[in-house]
C-alpha cells in the first residue's frame, strides 16, 4: 500500500488528484468548524459532550465528524445525501422509467444524479426543521441552546444554514469524484470517522482512568480487549476484502487470417464481499430514521408511537439488531443485483468463444454463475453483518446484565466504522493502482 503510495505520488495528474482530494477533505474540516447564527454552541457543548457519546446521536455524530454536537455548519454531514442515494437506487428498481436512465450511460447517469440532488435537498430541509426544533427544546433539557426567543427569522436562517450545509457537502463529494480520488461521500466519511475516532480514545483514556477518580483495572480490562479484537476486525477484513471466487473458464481456439486466438484457460473473479461498506452505510442510514425523528422531535418516549419505536429502534435493544442484521443482508444481495449482471458476463464469455468448464453457454451459465454468486454475496454479508453487529451486541449484553455501567456504549458503532475506513482505504489504493496501471507504470507492485 505505502509502496503504491510512493509510485503514485510521483505521477504529476495523480498527485494533483490526491492533493485535490485532501484539499476538499480539509475544506469539510473548516465547514465542520463553523458556528452557524442564533445557536448557543457553548451551551450546547456541555450537553453534547455527554449525550453524543451513546447512542443514536453518537452515531449521527460520528457521520458528520463530530458537526453534529457543535451545531455547526455541516452538523447534518452526508447522512442526507447516502440517504438520498438509497431511495432513488431504490427507485430505480421499481419505476421502469427510472431503470430506463440508469441504462441510457453518461445521460442517464446525470438525470439520476439530478433527482438524487433535488431528494438530498427535500430531506436536509426535513431534519434541519427537526434539528432546530430539537435545539429549541434543549433535548428535553427544558433550556433552549437557541440564542433568545425563536422565531420565523431565526428559523429560517438557522433551517437555511444548515440546508446549505448539506448542499455543499454534497457538491464537495461530487467534485471529488470528478477530480479527485476514489468515491467523494466515501472520502469524507472516512475523514469523519477518523476525526471522531480521537474522542473514542478520549473514552478508552476515561475508562482506564476517570477524571477524579482511582485507577481502574477493569477498565483496563476491556480497553485491552476492545483494542485486540478491533486489531482482529482489520486482519479479517483486509482478507475477506481481497478473498474471491475464481470459475474457471476456457476460451477455444480461432483462426483469424494467419493468426491464432484464445485456447487458454483463465479465471473469473467474483468477489466475496463485492458490495464494500455499501450495506453497512445504507442499512445505519435507514435504521436510524426513527430513532432520529423521535430525537429531534423531542417525543415523550414513555407512551404512544414514540414508546414503540423507542423500544424496538434504540441501538441497544434485541429488535434493533434484529432489524440491523437484516438490512444488512438485504442491502448486500440489492447492491451486488444492480452492480453485477450475470446474463451479460455469461453473453461475454459466449461472444469471446469461452465457456465455463462443465456447463454449456447459455441459460445454463447464467443460472451457474448466478448460484455462484448468490452462494459468496451470502458469505461477504454474514461477514460484513457480523463485524458489524457485534459490537452492538456486547452494549446490549450489558444493558440486560448491569443496566447502570456503560462500558461498550462508546464502541456500539465500532464495527461499523472500522468497516468503513479499511474498504475506503482498500478502495482507495485499487483505484491508485488501476491509474497507474493505465499509465503502464511498472513496478508498483513490487
Not at 83 to 109: C, H, M, Y
Not at 263 to 281: A, E, R
Not at 359 to 380: A, E, F, M, S
Request: glycine letters at 8%; aromatic letters at 12%; one cysteine or more.
Amino acid at each position: 500500500m505505502f509502496q503504491t503510495l510512493k509510485n503514485a505520488w510521483k505521477v504529476v495528474d495523480i498527485k494533483n488528484k490526491l492533493l485535490f482530494t485532501l484539499l476538499i477533505v480539509v475544506l469539510y474540516r473548516l465547514g465542520a468548524n463553523i458556528p452557524v447564527p442564533y445557536v448557543n454552541a457553548e451551551l450546547f457543548k456541555a450537553y453534547a459532550e455527554e449525550t453524543f457519546r451513546h447512542g443514536i446521536l453518537q452515531y449521527l455524530n460520528v457521520m458528520s465528524g463530530d458537526a453534529l454536537s457543535k451545531a455547526t455548519l455541516f452538523a447534518l454531514g452526508v447522512s442526507p445525501y447516502i440517504t438520498s442515494s438509497i431511495v432513488i437506487q431504490l427507485l430505480t428498481v421499481a419505476f421502469p422509467k427510472l431503470q430506463e436512465w440508469s441504462k441510457d450511460g453518461e445521460n442517464g447517469r446525470k438525470k439520476i444524479n439530478f433527482l438524487t440532488r433535488i431528494v438530498t435537498v427535500a430531506l436536509a430541509l426535513v431534519t434541519s426543521i427537526g434539528y432546530v426544533y430539537f435545539l429549541e427544546s434543549g433535548g428535553g433539557q427544558g433550556v433552549s441552546w437557541i440564542v433568545g426567543e425563536l422565531n420565523f427569522f431565526k428559523g429560517a436562517v438557522i433551517v437555511a444554514c444548515y440546508c446549505a450545509g448539506a448542499s455543499i457537502v454534497m457538491w464537495l463529494g461530487e467534485k471529488i469524484n470528478d477530480k479527485g480520488i476514489g468515491n467523494g461521500i466515501s472520502m469524507i466519511l472516512f475523514a469523519n470517522i477518523i476525526t471522531s475516532s480521537f474522542s473514542t480514545f478520549s473514552n478508552l483514556k476515561e475508562l482506564i482512568l476517570p477524571t477524579g477518580g482511582k485507577f481502574n483495572w477493569v477498565g483496563l480490562v476491556i480497553a485491552i480487549v476492545v483494542v485486540l479484537v478491533l486489531l482482529g476486525f482489520i486482519l479479517l477484513i483486509v482478507a475477506v476484502t481481497d478473498a474471491e471466487r475464481r470459475i474457471p473458464v476456457q476460451y477455444a481456439k480461432r483462426v483469424v487470417g494467419r493468426k491464432m486466438y484464445g485456447g487458454q484457460s483463465t479465471n473469473l473473479p467474483i468477489k466475496v464481499n463485492m458490495s464494500g461498506v455499501m450495506p453497512i452505510i445504507f442499512a445505519n442510514s435507514i435504521v436510524a430514521i426513527p430513532s432520529t425523528i423521535i430525537t429531534f422531535a423531542g417525543a415523550d418516549v414513555t407512551k404512544g408511537v414514540a414508546k414503540f419505536f423507542n423500544d424496538w429502534f434504540n441501538y441497544n435493544t434485541i429488535p434493533y439488531l434484529v432489524v440491523f442484521f437484516a438490512l444488512l443482508i438485504a442491502f448486500a444481495y440489492f447492491y451486488v443485483a444492480i452492480s453485477f449482471n450475470p446474463i451479460e458476463v455469461a453473453n461475454n464469455i459466449k461472444q469471446n468463444g469461452g465457456s465455463i468448464l462443465g456447463i454449456r453457454p447459455g441459460r445454463p451459465t447464467v443460472d451457474y454463475i448466478t448460484k455462484i454468486l448468490y452462494r459468496i454475496t451470502l458469505v461477504g454479508a454474514l461477514f460484513v453483518a457480523i463485524i458489524a453487529v457485534l459490537p452492538m451486541l456486547a452494549v446490549v449484553v450489558e444493558h440486560l446484565v448491569s443496566p447502570n455501567t456503560q462500558y461498550f456504549a462508546a464502541f456500539a458503532f465500532g464495527g461499523s466504522s472500522l468497516m468503513i475506513v479499511v474498504g475506503v482505504i482498500l478502495e482507495t489504493v485499487r483505484d491508485l493502482e488501476a491509474q497507474l496501471t493505465l499509465r503502464n507504470y511498472k513496478g508498483f507492485l513490487d
